[in-house]
Nanobody
Framework: QVQLVESGGGLVQPEGSLRLSCVAS????????MGWYRQAPGKQRELVAK???????NYADSVKGRFTISRGSAENSVYLQMNSLKPEDTAVYYC??????????WGQGTQVTVSS
C-alpha cells in the first residue's frame, strides 16, 4: 500500500503564487511517473503536469509558462510551483503516482482557490 499526503493549497489572490507538495510513503521501490491533476466543480479531472523518472516533463497548455513540476531530492516527493495564478486555476489538486506493474496511487486532494 502507498499513501500520499498533499499540502500547500489555500486561498490566494489572482497573480499570486502557491507551492504544492506531495510526499509518498509505504512500499515504494520505484516510481515511473509523478504528476498533478485537478478537478473543478462540475468538470472532469484533468492532467496539470507530470514528470517521469528520467526527468521529462509535460504540462497542460493552460498552465505552461506559469507552473513548474519538480521531483524532490527525496525519491518519494514531488512539487508543483504555481505562479501567476488565475481564477480558472481554482480546483482540488491531486497528486498521482504511477508505479511499476500498472499500480497507481492518489492523494486526498488539496483545495486551491484563486479569488479577489
Amino acid at each position: 500500500q502507498v499513501q500520499l499526503v498533499e499540502s500547500g493549497g489555500g486561498l490566494v489572490q489572482p497573480e499570486g503564487s502557491l507551492r504544492l507538495s506531495c510526499v509518498a510513503s509505504g512500499s515504494i521501490f520505484s516510481i515511473n511517473v509523478m504528476g498533478w491533476y485537478r478537478q473543478a466543480p462540475g468538470k472532469q479531472r484533468e492532467l496539470v503536469a507530470k514528470v517521469t523518472s528520467s526527468g521529462r516533463t509535460n504540462y497542460a497548455d493552460s498552465v505552461k509558462g506559469r507552473f513548474t513540476i519538480s521531483r524532490g531530492s527525496a525519491e518519494n516527493s514531488v512539487y508543483l510551483q504555481m505562479n501567476s495564478l488565475k481564477p480558472e486555476d481554482t480546483a482540488v489538486y491531486y497528486c498521482n503516482l504511477q508505479l511499476p506493474g500498472g499500480a497507481a496511487a492518489w492523494g486526498q486532494g488539496t483545495q486551491v482557490t484563486v479569488s479577489s
